[in-house]
């Protein structure tokens, strides 16, 4: 990592739930928060927490340096609503597959 960058993973004991136009994409109490300089806590949940069947597979991808390339999943009128990386820099191994959301409710 570059000097002055920090990314830190650890299991969240807060519950975390994705709810999307009325209809619940993910409920997790198995959340890992991501803690990056200069960007919000974010909450990568196990694929198993979410609801897959309601996202389809995207054809975009991005990279950061620090995490690798994500994956991201859509729904219909929410392109790229939650994004994952498959094979994460080892700094970060622990979010492997794990899926992220914009948008969460965090209790």
Same mark, same amino acid.
């Given at each position: 990592?570059?000097?002055?960058?920090?990314?830190?993973?650890?299991? *969240? %004991?807060? @519950?975390?739930?994705?709810?999307?136009? /009325?209809?619940?994409?993910?409920? !997790?109490?198995?959340?890992?928060?991501?803690?990056?300089?200069?960007?919000?806590?974010?909450?990568?949940?196990?694929?198993?927490?979410?609801?897959?069947?309601?996202?389809?597979? *995207? %054809?975009? @991808?991005?990279?950061?340096?620090?995490? /690798?390339?994500?994956?991201?999943? !859509?729904?219909?009128?929410?392109?790229?609503?939650?994004?994952?990386?498959?094979?994460?820099?080892?700094?970060?191994?622990?979010?492997?597959?794990?899926?992220?959301?914009?948008?969460?409710?965090?209790?």
């Amino acid at each position: 990592m570059t000097t002055g960058h920090r990314i830190t993973v650890e299991r *969240s %004991d807060r @519950h975390v739930r994705v709810v999307h136009d /009325g209809e619940v994409l993910a409920d !997790s109490d198995r959340a890992l928060v991501l803690r990056e300089t200069g960007c919000p806590d974010r909450y990568y949940l196990p694929p198993e927490d979410v609801r897959l069947d309601l996202l389809t597979p *995207s %054809d975009t @991808h991005t990279y950061c340096p620090f995490k /690798g390339t994500a994956a991201y999943w !859509s729904r219909p009128g929410a392109d790229d609503l939650v994004w994952a990386y498959p094979d994460p820099k080892p700094d970060v191994a622990g979010i492997k597959d794990h899926l992220c959301f914009y948008e969460v409710e965090v209790v």
